[in-house]
């Protein structure tokens, strides 16, 4: 808008002075526009015809005038170009302090439509996310739209510590192909060997690679996608189940996979006897023992060592859970 308005001045002068020679000295447009370009500019090559005393009067006062118009769009040019520079590079240090700062945050890899979804979801859980992207100009709009952006190839080691990858908690890989997903896979295990992976594969056969790449959830959306819309046909009940459960896992409620370790006071007794829905109110809603899936254990199921539980609850209950598994695998 700032542009608009200087430009606008600038082109009345111009458009003004030219007038004003032809219709006082009688000149032709090109001999005015001429006169009017040469005393903005004081460049003072000289007047193309002499001049009468009504264009004298005239050229005064579109030399004190225009000049300082002039004057006043060259310095606005000027400031507003120093302007956006400076922008841009305290804006590069604030993002580079912001990213040094982050903790525990999460890496999506690839803001296509896949990303997009991520990224809503983690925003609305209030989780610290940051993208890389290695399309400058989509890179520029998510800045501009409050992300944290890393620009550059994700398959890249540089970019990846750049993304504090070694303090990060999870990376999402959903870039175009499976083979860079599956080198993205290797570099981040290597470079945080604690780090949670989650791969996107475009074809079944990529996802045995990717998991022997290091990620720990390998998702096809197209094999997902097509399992949940026959899920819709052939059993809907449980696939609205599934899509209530799923939409309800809001800050009020929170799921936990927990393993039952080697020690544990757990193992080898029964739910009852542990107390442990008791004591931490969560809701136990299946078990897995040696590869075979239990929904709803009973309260006389036995807990093994190895057992995976999975319960629901409110996130103080399964804060509680989770500390009551540390404590009997410590003890």
């Known amino acids: 808008m700032r542009f608009v308005y200087i430009s606008a001045v600038l082109a009345s002068i111009i458009l003004g002075g030219t007038a004003g020679y032809s219709l006082i000295e009688g000149w032709r447009l090109d001999e005015s526009l001429y006169m ?25 006062v579109l030399l004190v005038v225009g ?18 520079r400076l922008r841009n590079i305290f804006g590069r240090r604030k993002k580079v302090r912001e990213i040094k700062n982050l903790r525990e945050h999460h890496i999506v890899c690839g803001y296509g439509r896949i990303g997009f979804i991520i990224c809503r979801e983690f925003k609305r859980e209030s989780k610290p996310y940051l993208i890389i992207e290695n399309n400058h100009e989509k890179a520029a709009e998510l800045n501009e739209e409050g992300h944290l952006v890393v620009v550059g190839d994700a398959t890249s080691d540089s970019v990846l510590t750049e993304a504090g990858i070694d303090r ?8 175009p192909t499976d083979a860079e997903n599956v080198f993205v896979s290797l570099s981040a295990r290597r470079l945080n060997p604690g780090l949670f992976i989650v791969s996107r594969a475009a074809r079944e056969s990529s996802i045995p690679k990717m998991e022997d790449a290091g990620a720990n959830r390998v998702i096809s959306p197209y094999t997902l996608g ?8 052939l059993r809907p009940k449980l696939a609205g189940f599934i899509d209530e459960i799923t939409s309800y896992t809001t800050a009020e409620w929170d799921f936990e996979e927990a393993r039952v370790s080697e020690g544990s006071a757990l193992a080898g007794r029964t739910l009852r006897d542990s107390n442990i829905s008791q004591e931490t109110g969560v809701y136990f809603l299946a078990a897995r023992h040696e590869g075979k899936m239990t929904f709803n254990p009973g309260a006389d199921y036995i807990i093994g060592v190895g057992d995976t539980l999975y319960a629901m609850g409110r996130p103080n209950q399964i804060s509680s859970l989770r500390n009551r598994l540390e404590n009997d695998s410590v003890s």
Do not use: K
Not at 67 to 84: D, Q
């Open 226 to 233: 097509g399992l949940r819309m026959a899920e819709s046909i």
């Open 36 to 60: 009017t370009i040469i005393s903005l500019t004081t460049v003072g090559y000289g007047e193309v015809h002499p001049l009468s005393a009504a264009g004298r009067g005239f050229t005064i």
């Open 168 to 175: 990060a908690s999870s990376i999402t890989c959903t870039l």
């Open 67 to 84: 000049v300082g118009a002039v004057l006043y769009v060259t310095a606005s040019v000027a400031e507003v170009m120093i302007e956006g």
